[in-house]
Each structure stands twice: as C-alpha cells, then as structure tokens.
C-alpha cells in the first residue's frame, strides 16, 4: 500500500505539469489610440513570446505548456489595428495565437495580478502609428485658388483678438477592463458615470462660450496619468471627474465632491521637480526643464496653491448645485489623494454622484431622467464658478465686463473697442437710443451677436 502511494506522490507533479497554464478566455478593448488584446490565464507563470511576422502584419504570441479553455471574442469591424485572432495548438501541448493587423504596429505586453472579478490577465496593446507616411500630400503642392474677399476676411480675423472658448474636460470613471464599482442589480459604475458624462458634454457643447473634451469617448481602459495628460494637452480650464461610489452597507448613499488633499499635492510635486529635465509639459504656462531646482519650485508652488484654491471653489459650486438633488454624502468639498485630480496648472473635481450600492441610488443612475438632471446640475456649477472665474481672452469672461463713460465716448466706438454690436449694448442696458452721459456704467455683453 505504502508503495501505491509513494508511486502516486511522484506521479502527481508531473500530472499537473501536463495540465500546464490555461486561457480561459480572449477579449479585445478598442481605444482612439491603442487596441488592447486581454488573455485571461490561470497563472502569473505563464511562459509566452512574441514576435512579429510580416507580410501581411501579424503578432504572433507563442504559450508553452498552454490550453485554450475559454471564448476567443473577436475585435470590433471598425477596429484600425487588429483584424482578426486566429488560435491552434501546437506540439507539446503549446498554444498559437495569432493577431492579424491591418498594419505594421509596436506593442506591449505585460501580466497583470489578479484584481476584484478578475484573475491573472497576460495584456498585449497594440499601438497606433507605425508605418503611416508622413511625407507631404498631393494636395500640399496644389496652386491656391483663395479670392481677394477671402484673403482679406482672414486678414481682418487675424487682425482682431482672439477670444476662445472654456475647455471642460469630461472624464468618466473606469472603462473597458476596469468596470469600477457593481450595483445589486449589476449594474456597472463605468456605464453609468459614462452615460451622464455623454449628457453633460451635449449640454456643454450648446453652451456658447464653452466646449466639451471627453476624456474618454468610448469603453476602454486609460491610466489616471492618461486622463490628467488628455486634459493638458488638450489646454483644459477645468476638469471634472465623473464616479459612482460603493460601499459594505447598502443603506449608505448621498453625493460627495472632492478635491487633491494637501498630500496628494506634495507627492506629485516631488514628481514633477524629479521629472523637469524630461518634460515639456508646462506648469501655469510656464516651462520647468529650463528652471534651476529653487525656481522651479517656487513656482510649482504657486501654481498648485492657486490650483487647489480654484479646485475648491469650483467643487463648492458643484456642491451647491447638487444639493437640490437629493442627500449629500459629505456636506463640505471633500480632500483626497486621487491621482486623477493631480493636474498642478487645472482646476480639478471628482464627483461621486451616489453609492451605486444603494438599491434606490442605483436605480436613480439607471434612469437617464436622473442622468439629464445630475448633468444640469453639473452645467449649472461649471457655469456658476466661471461667471465669476473665467480666464481672460475667453469669451467666458466677457461676461462680467463693465465699461464706464467717459467724456467723449460713443456707443459706436464701446461697441468697436469691446467688438460686440451696438445693437446688443443697446438690448443689454435697455437703452432706447445711443445717447449715454459721463460716469453712466454700462454692461458689456459677452457676445455681440445677442
């Protein structure tokens, strides 16, 4: 008996070698910029290669010791990168797979460590850009054909200040791999925070004066430093976080709004003076790869207390707009080190708008009824905070303009100098005619047009 089981013992490793790693399943997440192919394998000690095949473009990823148990989904039609995936099995119980390009790409792959629903995942993008050409268009080199009337409408436009419009970055939490928090229904936090994020950037683009830059504009995965870097690339005047909160006890619920704690601050100013000599990226407008360490702290600073100050008046607004609602969570602008909100040079908030935990909050964030008002409540602080915020040289703050007369002064030259019409000077201080007196104030309309 005792020799059975010694017999058995030993067999067993080599049993449970022979099983090897499995993948349970293949899914793809399309991006603007990447493709990422997602294996879901039984163990972190997967042993794969890849490398490239050309002619046409394929990735070829080689598993030893390797089973396909699961579903290979196949990519989206519209897909730029990645046509098809092709899977077989190879001797010694290896597995082949396939990823038919449409293009020469590069790529990364990394394992990832089991987190939340999800196991070991082996994650392979695909990135856009290689092998486009660069070179000049045929149409580069054709003759102009623009007319004198044209030539001289850009001229004229060039000759007037420029006056832009607010950027209001819009993140949606979580996304493709990353579902964020579960309802009890199952409702996922990335759907619902995307839907409302839709709607408040539809309001945002009607608003005159305002528009919306979605951070991400379908469901996929970006890093916290993709998103903070979308928004600084993008010149962003504010930049609103979108998340539904979960927690143990289902009866929680309410409204929270945050902002970067004083912590949060510190470490990512370590990072930013670590990183100055390698980064281009402006601070307040302001370059710090050129700047010794005392000056470009200083002004990080400066650039990070005013930050933070109109981090939390902006959340204020926010707040006080979303109190109507229903309960607040958290009845005073929250701090926290979220890495999302650590942006030195944009005012930056996170809005939890309900614990999707909460049967009846889950159900409300279900409703796109409910969706509509969260986003009108969120137009409604963005504008409030910028009626009295907006930077200069945005329409924004022509707003708030007040032109006070002076001896020879006409409505015809206030109209010219502010570049509105005298027809909306006129409509916004209900005047009946151009006559105005010495010391009268008028209000300057943000936009000539009425």
């Known amino acids: 008996m005792k020799k059975l089981s010694l017999i058995f013992l030993l067999a067993l490793p080599w049993v449970c070698s022979a099983a090897g790693i499995q993948v349970d399943g ?32 394929r990735l070829v990823i080689d598993f030893k010791n390797t089973r396909l148990t699961g579903r290979v989904l196949k990519p989206a039609g519209d897909d730029l990168i990645l046509k098809n995936i ?57 003759p102009t054909t623009t007319s004198t009337s044209k030539v001289a409408k850009v001229r004229k436009q060039l000759a007037e200040p420029k ?116 980064a281009s990226d402006l601070i307040g407008g302001v370059s710090l790869d050129d700047k010794d360490n005392m000056l470009a702290r200083v002004l990080l600073d400066l650039s990070q207390t005013a930050t933070k100050q109109a981090s939390y008046e902006a959340g204020r607004e926010l707040l006080q707009e979303l109190k109507p609602l229903g309960k607040l969570h958290k009845k005073e602008v929250q701090q926290a080190g979220f890495a ?8 930056s908030v996170l809005v939890e708008t309900a614990f999707i935990s909460n049967p009846n909050e889950e159900k409300k964030l279900r409703s796109s009824k409910h969706q509509n008002v969260l986003a009108k409540a969120l137009l409604k602080g963005v504008r409030d905070y910028f009626s009295k915020n907006a930077p200069p040289g945005t329409l924004y703050a022509m707003r708030a303009r007040q032109h006070v007369i002076a001896s020879g002064d006409t409505l015809s030259e206030i109209a010219q100098r502010y570049h509105v019409s005298i027809a909306s000077i006129r409509s916004e201080n209900r005047l009946s005619g151009d006559g105005v007196r010495i010391g009268q104030v008028l209000r300057i309309p943000a936009f000539g047009d009425g």
């Open 86 to 142: 092709r899977t077989a099995a190879r001797p010694n119980n290896d597995l082949r797979v396939v990823l038919d390009l449409r293009d020469k790409t590069r790529f990364k792959s990394f394992l990832l460590k089991p987190y939340k629903q999800y196991g070991h995942r082996l994650v392979v993008d695909l990135l856009h850009g290689v092998g486009k050409s660069k070179g000049p268009t045929t149409a580069s080199n054709r």
């Open 163 to 278: 006056l832009r419009d607010l950027v209001i970055a819009i993140d949606a939490g979580h996304g493709g791999e990353d579902p964020g928090a579960h309802g009890p229904r199952g409702t996922n936090e990335k759907d619902v925070v995307f839907a409302i994020a839709k709607k408040l950037a539809a309001l945002i683009k009607k608003e005159k004066g305002m528009r919306p830059l979605m951070i991400r504009d379908g469901d996929y995965y970006l890093s916290l430093r993709q998103r903070t870097q979308k928004a600084r690339d993008n010149r962003a005047d504010m930049f609103i976080s979108i998340h539904a909160d979960a927690f143990r006890d289902k009866r929680v619920y309410g409204t929270s709004v945050y902002i970067l704690s004083e912590n949060g601050a510190t470490s990512e100013a370590a990072r930013w003076l670590a990183e100055k000599e390698n």
């Open 26 to 57: 293949v899914r793809t997440w399309q991006a603007p910029d990447n493709t990422r192919v997602v294996f879901d394998v039984s163990s972190a000690n997967a042993d794969y290669k890849l490398f490239r095949l050309p002619n046409p473009p």
């Open 340 to 347: 999302v909100l650590k942006s030195p040079d944009i005012p």
